[in-house]
């Protein structure tokens, strides 16, 4: 019951923190993409990943990253045909990676991460409506966040970022290459609403 309370008491705070910001952001011009990165700073420590694994595995899920950062700008520009094109390149690139140098706990998570991306996907590619492929795109990031998390990448960092108003404002997180807040899931409406809630490297 306690952990409950505490769980709901750090959404609480993070929706409040959102708002605060997300109110900004529907006049663009009094929110710069450096206001969102100034309050990125309690986001920045990193933790270590979860297992401890081979360096070309992570260079394979660094693959699966950039590819997903170019689903991601696709939803940012609110392109459904770019969104499915670039989901399908994802596709190919996630099918194609070895999971064969993991083993035990790490290889029974992957199981379950990559099977679950790979429906992820067929649904964003199924769809040529943008806000059911946004539907898709939260899940996709759920567990595309677990596997830098417990595998971590080969190179590069990525950013764990939060909108509060996603999906009638239950909220809705995505990962990003750069601080800068370009949120999928309103595009231009909204584009700097969120912040930064966790750094993955």
Do not use: H
């Amino acid at each position: 019951m306690k952990t409950n309370s505490m769980i709901r008491t750090v959404m609480g705070v993070m929706f409040v923190i959102g708002l605060t910001q997300c109110g900004g952001a529907q006049k663009e011009d009094m929110q710069t993409a450096e206001e969102s990165v100034s309050e990125t700073t309690a986001a920045e420590e990193t933790a270590a990943p979860q297992f401890i694994v081979d360096n070309a595995f992570k260079e394979q899920l660094s693959r699966v990253f950039a590819s997903y950062i170019k689903v991601k700008n696709g939803f940012v520009e609110s392109d459904a045909a770019k969104v499915s094109a670039e989901a399908s390149t994802l596709k190919k690139i996630l099918r194609a990676m070895d999971a064969g140098m993991l083993s035990g706990a790490a290889l029974n998570d992957w199981s379950n991460y990559s099977g679950n991306l790979d429906t992820e996907l067929a649904e964003i590619i199924g769809s040529s409506d943008i806000e059911a492929q946004r539907t898709a795109f939260s899940a996709l990031t759920d567990n595309l966040y677990k596997s830098i998390k417990a595998y971590g990448l080969e190179a590069g960092t990525a950013y764990y970022d939060f909108c509060p108003m996603a999906f009638n404002n239950q909220g809705a997180f995505w990962l990003s290459d750069t601080k800068e807040i370009r949120n999928p899931y309103f595009g231009d409406k909204m584009l700097t609403c969120g912040s930064v809630t966790e750094t993955l490297q």
